[in-house]
């Protein structure tokens, strides 16, 4: 069974600094999807970005973009220029290629501070 | 464009009773989730559908069931509620490929 690890629960960056949060997975997969989920306050649950591992180019999408190590299953989201709007639980996700199941990992706490 | 609507969104029950919580989704996904919320384990699957009235069991099954005769609907039942089952529920749906889910609001359910 493939697991999701975030090894720091709680993370705090200045406002327009850069934050990068670590998430590890486990699988003997070779084709699968790797995702970030924000969780503001208000309990949603927001898709930040998605990675297909069969692709070599890392994920971008505006600020956030991710560094995906395929060899060490390695999977973390780096913020540029933190705003007080990304305040929330991250939580990395993984999903077997041929699956819809998706596994989350226990969630990152990240606070912008102003 | 209303997605996935959970209700209630918080509901507060007694230990021993019976509680549904209700999932509508409008753009006809073939695949429908529950999830509970709880802290330190981020997201589990409780039950997970394929299509109207295909359901499996996810990691964490016991003490919920669940039936979807509409692929629209997919409730969630706690036979006899327990304690333990106090968390933050989430149902998603997913059209089948390789994009993310689509949540609902969740509901925090609450058992005393």
């Known amino acids: 069974a493939q697991t999701v690890t975030q090894s720091q629960p709680e993370m705090s960056v200045q406002e327009a600094e850069t934050v990068t949060l670590s998430c590890t997975y486990d699988t003997s997969e070779n084709n699968y999807y790797l995702f970030w989920y924000k969780q503001p306050p208000s309990r949603q649950m927001i898709l930040v970005i998605r990675?297909?591992?069969?692709?070599?180019q890392n994920a971008t999408e505006n600020r956030f973009s991710v560094n995906f190590q395929k060899a060490a299953k390695s999977f973390s989201l780096k913020i540029s220029d933190s705003q007080l709007g990304d305040t929330a639980m991250y939580f990395c996700?993984?999903?077997?290629?041929?699956?819809?199941?998706?596994?989350f990992g226990p969630g990152t706490r990240l606070s912008v501070l102003p | 464009d209303a997605g996935i609507t959970q209700s209630p969104r918080y509901k507060i029950t007694e230990t021993g009773r019976q509680v549904t919580l209700m999932c509508h989704q409008t753009?006809?996904?073939?695949?429908m989730f529950w999830y509970r919320q709880d802290l330190g384990h981020g997201l589990r699957l409780i039950y997970y559908s394929a299509a109207a009235d295909i359901t499996d069991k996810g990691e964490v099954p016991d003490g919920y069931v669940v039936s979807r005769s509409k692929t629209e609907n997919f409730p969630l039942t706690l036979e006899s509620a327990t304690r333990s089952q106090t968390s933050v529920y989430f149902c998603?749906?997913?059209?089948?490929?390789?994009?993310?889910?689509?949540f609902g609001s969740g509901t925090r359910l609450t058992v005393v």
């Open positions: 998603a749906s997913n059209k089948g490929d390789g994009y993310g889910y689509t």
């Open positions: 996700a993984f999903r077997s290629y041929y699956g819809q199941n998706f596994v």
């Open positions: 753009w006809s996904h073939s695949y």
């Open positions: 990675q297909e591992a069969y692709k070599q």
